[in-house]
């Protein structure tokens, strides 16, 4: 099985080469990456055509214009261009283990959505990363623990991996589950609810519509935890003025039966 790796970013060219170096890197090598660029500046797509002369895997660049936060229609763009039959969605602050892409291979299952999880790093530490370079995804527990008596991070046990106990990683169907940052579902699965909706613009709550929506047409959330986690870089928060409008939205998709986007992957232009 071909799997797909959509990674969207918007001006973080410094932690996208690292998550492109981490990719590199894995230990299941079966796979394309597809970028969803939300308008990132020339220097973005510089780096990415330098890094697909070195990397072991094929890099996609889908580019839309700079038209405000549009994150759902970037994922939807770059979904349509994927090859794979297995899409693993990642956000472009979130760097992979090696053995991330493998872990999602093994907790992949139809009619279920992996819903994985991220490991935050301290500002501090996110500057060190990112201003020398430092493989974090080669890290060993040892190497974390000392990060931990550093407070480079807050927590250590999401780094023990479990991947095989797939009978009790079900969850009751939580939307909450969700994290736009890392989940992983079929393709066609993601095409039968329409992808996104990218009538969601501006933060918030685009990935919990998708998860509603799934959930609709009988789509099971499955964890990923203690398997999949990502190592997340520190950055400021995103502007937030759409929030509420984003929040009322999201309410009456959940008391709604409406599966399909409306402002899909079907109506990209």
Not at 127 to 152: E, N, R, T
Not at 159 to 173: D, E, K
Not at 180 to 185: E, M, R, S
Not at 216 to 229: L, P, V
Request: hydrophobic content about 40%.
């Amino acid at each position: 099985m071909k799997i797909s790796v959509i990674i969207t970013t918007y001006n973080r060219p410094d932690a996208l080469q690292l998550i492109l170096q981490s990719l590199n890197d894995q230990n299941d090598k079966n796979f394309e990456v597809v970028i969803g660029d939300d308008g990132s500046r020339e220097d973005t797509a510089l780096m990415i055509r330098n890094m697909q002369k070195i990397c072991n895997y094929k890099i996609i660049h889908a580019f839309q214009e700079d038209r405000g936060f549009r994150l759902s229609r970037a994922r939807n763009l770059a979904a349509s261009l994927a090859t794979g039959e297995y899409l693993i969605f990642l956000d472009g602050d979130c760097i992979p283990r090696t053995s991330f892409v493998r872990a999602h291979r093994m907790l992949a299952r139809r009619d279920c959505i992996v819903a994985g999880n991220r490991i935050l790093l301290s500002e501090k530490f996110t500057k060190q990363v990112l201003k020398y370079g430092i493989k974090v995804w080669l890290y060993s527990y040892k190497d974390w623990f000392k990060a931990y008596l550093k407070h480079y991070i807050k927590r250590l046990h999401p780094f023990i991996t479990f991947p095989y106990f797939h009978r009790i990683r079900l969850f009751n169907n939580s939307w909450k589950k969700v994290r736009g940052c890392n989940f992983a579902l079929f393709k066609d699965e993601f095409i039968r609810v329409n992808g996104c909706d990218s009538d969601f613009e501006g933060w918030g709550y685009e990935d919990s519509d998708l998860a509603v929506r799934l959930i609709h047409a009988g789509i099971k959330i499955k964890s990923g935890r203690y398997a999949t986690a990502v190592l997340h870089l520190w950055h400021k928060e995103n502007d937030r003025t759409k929030q509420e409008h984003n929040l009322k939205k999201l309410k009456d998709r959940i008391n709604s039966r409406i599966i399909k986007a409306a402002n899909g992957i079907q109506e990209l232009k």
